[in-house]
Structure formats: structure tokens, C-alpha cells
T-cell receptor, first 112, second 111 residues
């Protein structure tokens, strides 16, 4: 069975440019998470979806970040415009009924 | 979720047992102890979880003290591929809430 798939694996952009990350969760998993991991730190939640509904987006910087999970399956996280401080690894995870979370390999973003 | 305390780093010789401690003195009665690890340039990987009884799977063993205020993750025969950051997380099961990773323990397995 395929795990959580994320793309791209790496992205380098200049500041003020837009960027988007894509996540395909494990089939049948209704809960999807986006985390951000800064260098030397543990991952921190950005947003959590239950099916297609965002149930926790309190840590998402809404002035420049947006996310969607159409049809309750794949999800996209967007940053527009990107800032230097957005350089980090963006991780997607999924779980079934809020149980064990399984993570993708992440997207490493470098903003120059 | 209860807060956990872990040593920032540990070393272990290849082939020996790695014992990673975690303190969670404020754990609630319905909270489980979860362990994840993150190998360099990969996403976190689930290892094991437990409530109060000791647990074992193909990856590791989890020993939880009787008062549940601390636990130890045991990798019985560490290999170089076990070098990673190990996170101890306390959380109610099936809550769906985000995992509070903290900084974890960086385990270095040496030849």
C-alpha cells in the first residue's frame, strides 16, 4: 500500500514568489494534517482537515498561507507571497479516525 | 496534551540496546505515550504506543512505569540505520489532534 505522497520534494524560489505543495494521503484516511518543520525543531501543525473541512487552522498564517482539500482526498498548501522566513520543511500526514498519523517525506522549501 | 521531557542527545554502540527515556509527569488517565522517529531528510515515522502495559512490536519495546510518569523506548539491537531524532509524545488516542513533537532525542549509533 502506498504511503503519504508529497510533491515536490524540493523547491527553491525567490522571495515574493508564490509556491504550492501537494499531498496525497493514504487511501481511506479521513484526517489530513499539514505541519511545518524549521531547522533543528520538531514539526508544528499548520492546519488539520477532517474530510474536506478544516477543523483546526489556528496556526496557519492566513495573510499569506492557504490550503484546500477538495473532495476530502488530496490537499494543496499555498504560500503567496513567500518570505525568507518561510524556508522550512512542509510535512503532510494522514490518519484514520484520528489515530496513528503517517507522514510523507516532506517538501523542503528554500526562499532566497 | 501533557508535556514531555527528553534528553537532547544520546549515543549507542551498534549492536547494543538503545534505551531512550521520557518523562511525562503530567500525563492524564486517558492519554497514551507515542514514539515517533525522524531519520535525516525523511518524515517522522511511527514506532510504537502504549497506555500502561509494556508493549513490543517488530521495531521496539515500550516500558511504561507503574505510575505512568515516565517511559523508556528500547531498541534491542541498534543499527546504524537507527540514527535519528526520537520523539516521545503524549496524546489522547483517536483524538485527531496534532502531535506535539517537542525537540526529541537525537540518537547517534556508532560502529
Amino acid at each position: 500500500e502506498a504511503g503519504v505522497v508529497q510533491s515536490p520534494r524540493y523547491k527553491i524560489i525567490e522571495k515574493k514568489q508564490p509556491v504550492a505543495f501537494w499531498c496525497n494521503p493514504i487511501s481511506g484516511h479521513n484526517t489530513l494534517y499539514w505541519y511545518r518543520q524549521n531547522l533543528g525543531q520538531g514539526p508544528e501543525l499548520l492546519i488539520r482537515y477532517e474530510n474536506e473541512e478544516a477543523v483546526d487552522d489556528s496556526q496557519l498564517p492566513k495573510d499569506r498561507f492557504s490550503a484546500e482539500r477538495l473532495k476530502g482526498v488530496d490537499s494543496t498548501l499555498k504560500i503567496q507571497p513567500a518570505e525568507l522566513g518561510d524556508s522550512a520543511v512542509y510535512l503532510c500526514a494522514s490518519s484514520l479516525a484520528g489515530n496513528i498519523q503517517y507522514f510523507g517525506a516532506g517538501t523542503r522549501l528554500s526562499v532566497l | 496534551d501533557a508535556k514531555t521531557t527528553q534528553p537532547p542527545s544520546m549515543d549507542c554502540a551498534e549492536g547494543r540496546a538503545a534505551n531512550l527515556p521520557c518523562n511525562h509527569s503530567t500525563i492524564s488517565g486517558n492519554e497514551y505515550v507515542y514514539w515517533y522517529r525522524q531519520i535525516h531528510s525523511q518524515g517522522p515515522q511511527y514506532i510504537i504506543h502504549g497506555l500502561k502495559n509494556n508493549e513490543t512490536n517488530e521495531m521496539a519495546s515500550l516500558i511504561i512505569t507503574e505510575d505512568r510518569k515516565s517511559s523508556t523506548l528500547i531498541l534491542p539491537h541498534a543499527t546504524l540505520r537507527d540514527t535519528a531524532v526520537y520523539y516521545c509524545i503524549v496524546r489522547a488516542p483517536k483524538s485527531g489532534y496534532a502531535l506535539n513533537f517537542g525537540k526529541g532525542t537525537s540518537l547517534l549509533v556508532t560502529p
